[in-house]
């Protein structure tokens, strides 16, 4: 069928009694930690993920919402089933067979548009799951791994034309390492109307201690320390920021200019002497504190807090992120590769005499990887979309974090300081409700 005969587009029966049901479910975090099977029987998932081995993002998803999780002291079955997995690549270590021989009711499918249409001609699915994490893709000279999520969502949305009917879907992590079609994705869903759903774990994870923004504060300043690679965990970085300024007064105004350091330019940014703001050393100083993996400077068991001479001996490329919104607050992200091995933030709220800090915690990491439990509270996000039809919080963070993201690899790769970012200004947005983290 070619696209402009196609039929006029909707949300599936499944989907639509879902979301009927669902009503105000987005609004709070009791109905994103209790969802509902509210969908006439359960829905069917399509998974389609770039490689499927242990510890794969893939695997770490998929897996929970075939087999189940621990949440809340129980053992929790999603009230969902996967049915039909298409595996883009499968190199040594691939679990794809035996989860084929262990679930009989999943099917592995050669393409994508038959994973959504199993055989029929039609949609015949209630929900899709995008993971494109991992694999072996193209690299290019900006540090960008080219991972197909845009166009895995482009044939995704190729079979809702042709089929006139659309279902929710979920993209692992950014939307793409392409600002263009960040915007393009977004633009799509909203065009189609069907829920779109994105991101990663470090939003909804657990917080150490528990510690949300309140709502409709005023936040003078904000600051996230972590580690990671160009155009990899900086997204996490960012990510983690965003999920606590979008709750500050107005909501979300979005951001005007966005600003990359990398090198010795760093440390200064932290030190008066070198014109460096002391609030920003002290909300930097708080992150390290909540920080459970912080490098000791000194050789042997101690607690000596590292000075900016020592996190300079201990980072080899540092660089940071500095986000400036529309109304003026100004967020920095620090990304520390050998001072720290996790992720913090740290506020300073107005008429609040004290900085306000947590670690987003990512359970389950360890040299070995043996068990990262930090996927279930996603995973439980995801149900939620699928059993009620509405997304449980919005992809205009996604659509930000990527854009601030794809804007600095660019800043640090052409050797430039800061960019204004007009087609970023306009992505205003507000949160309801609690925050969507996984309480104890």
């Known amino acids: 069928m070619d696209p402009t005969d196609a039929p006029p587009l909707e949300f599936t029966r499944r989907a639509a009694l879902g979301a009927l049901a669902a009503g105000a479910v987005a609004a709070t975090s009791r109905g994103a930690e209790e969802p509902a099977a509210a969908t006439k029987g359960r829905p069917r998932i399509a998974a389609v993920v770039n490689c499927y081995w242990k510890t ?8 929970r919402l075939m087999d189940g999780y621990g949440w809340r002291g129980e053992h929790h079955r999603p009230a969902l089933d996967v049915v039909s997995l298409h595996v883009d690549q499968r190199p040594k270590g691939d679990l794809t067979d035996e ?4 679930h009989p009711g999943l099917k592995l499918y050669p393409t994508i548009a038959e994973a959504l249409t199993r055989g029929t001609g039609g949609l015949d699915v209630d929900g899709v799951v995008v993971i494109g994490e991992h694999g072996d893709y193209l690299v290019d000279d900006r540090g960008r791994t080219h991972y197909p999520r845009y166009e895995f969502f482009k044939q995704i949305v190729d079979v809702f034309r042709k089929t006139g009917k659309v279902v929710p879907v979920f993209n692992d992590k950014h939307l793409s ?15 189609m109307n069907f829920p779109f759903l994105a991101g990663s774990s470090l939003p909804v994870t657990w917080r150490i201690p ?20 160009v155009d990899s965990y900086d997204f996490h970085g960012v990510e983690s920021l965003q999920c606590f300024v979008e709750r500050r007064r107005g909501g979300e105004t979005g951001v005007r200019a966005v600003e990359a350091v990398r090198g010795d330019d760093v440390w200064r940014t932290l030190d008066p002497a070198a014109g460096g703001s002391p609030r920003t050393k002290a909300l930097f100083d708080a992150c390290l504190c909540r920080s459970f993996r912080l490098t000791s400077p000194r050789e042997g068991y101690g607690n000596v807090f590292p000075t900016l001479a020592d996190a300079a001996k201990l980072v080899a490329d ?19 590769n050998g001072l720290v091995v996790d992720f913090t ?15 987003l915690y990512l359970c389950g990491i360890s040299p070995n990887q043996t068990l990262p439990n930090f996927f279930s509270p996603l995973a439980r996000h995801i149900e939620t979309m699928m059993t009620t039809g509405a997304a449980p919080y919005p992809v205009e963070r996604t659509l ?7 804007k600095a690899v660019d800043l640090m790769a052409e050797k430039k300081r800061i960019v204004e970012t007009p087609d970023m200004a306009t992505i205003a947005y507000k949160v309801a409700g609690e925050s969507q983290y996984m309480r104890s």
């Open 56 to 63: 794969s993002h893939g695997q770490g998803i998929v897996d």
């Open 99 to 102: 989860r084929l021989a262990r």
């Open 177 to 191: 390492w392409n600002w263009d079609w960040c915007r393009e994705m977004v633009a799509t869903a909203r065009e």
């Open 210 to 229: 528990e510690f949300e923004t309140p709502a409709d504060a005023e936040i003078e300043e904000a600051v996230c320390v972590g580690y990671g690679g």
């Open 318 to 336: 540092p660089y940071l992120y500095r986000i400036h919104y529309n109304d003026g607050l100004v967020g920095s992200v620090y990304m520390l």
């Open 345 to 359: 933030v740290a506020l300073k709220l107005k008429d609040d005499p004290k900085v306000r800090s947590t670690q």
């Open 400 to 406: 930000l974090t990527s854009g601030v993201v794809c």
